[in-house]
């Protein structure tokens, strides 16, 4: 029942609204939401643990840049056709904007970010990453609303 219920619930019309001549992107702002919710839990998460105050916002500095490129990489390696392939574009590959970031890539080099970020710190990357975890998973929620958004993920 509860399953069937889900299914009916209907996937937006609408994703992307303009302010004038700005587009303001629902999966956009469900991917800066998950930022913010895994920047707070990982800080909250490491000030608990005795760790120093600023830590959560130093290392998304490093982390949420790398982060964004490794998703990007991730995302046109996997789906190298419209990029390479026959009638493709590479220069395409650079266009963020027009969709596609593979979370697996976003991960893995997000985590070197965190892991420089970290030793520039001078503190523990193993306890920062325990600190973090919870957030990061949050945060991958709040980006699949963002595929809801973007009619990628129905129910």
Not at 14 to 30: D, T
Not at 60 to 87: C, E, N, Q, S, W
Not at 106 to 131: E, H, K, N, P, T
Request: glycine share 16%; net charge positive; aromatic share 12%.
């Amino acid at each position: 029942m509860t399953s069937a219920l889900a299914a009916t619930i209907p996937s937006p019309t609408e994703g992307v609204w303009h302010i004038g001549p700005f587009p303001l992107r629902a999966y956009a702002l469900c991917i800066l939401l998950g930022i913010i919710v895994a920047v707070y839990v990982a800080e909250r998460r490491w000030v608990a643990r005795g760790g120093p105050p600023g830590i959560g916002l130093d290392v998304a500095t490093y982390a949420v840049p790398l982060g964004v490129i490794g998703g990007r990489i991730y995302h046109v390696i996997t789906t190298p056709d419209p990029y390479f392939g026959k009638g493709g574009s590479p220069i395409h590959a650079l266009y963020v904007w027009q969709g596609g970031l593979g979370i697996w890539g976003s991960i893995a080099l997000g985590a070197v970010g965190g892991y420089l970020a970290c030793r520039r710190r001078g503190v523990s990357f193993a306890m920062f990453a325990d600190c973090a975890a919870p957030g990061i998973a949050l945060a991958q929620a709040c980006g699949r609303w963002g595929n809801w958004f973007n009619n990628e993920l129905y129910g």
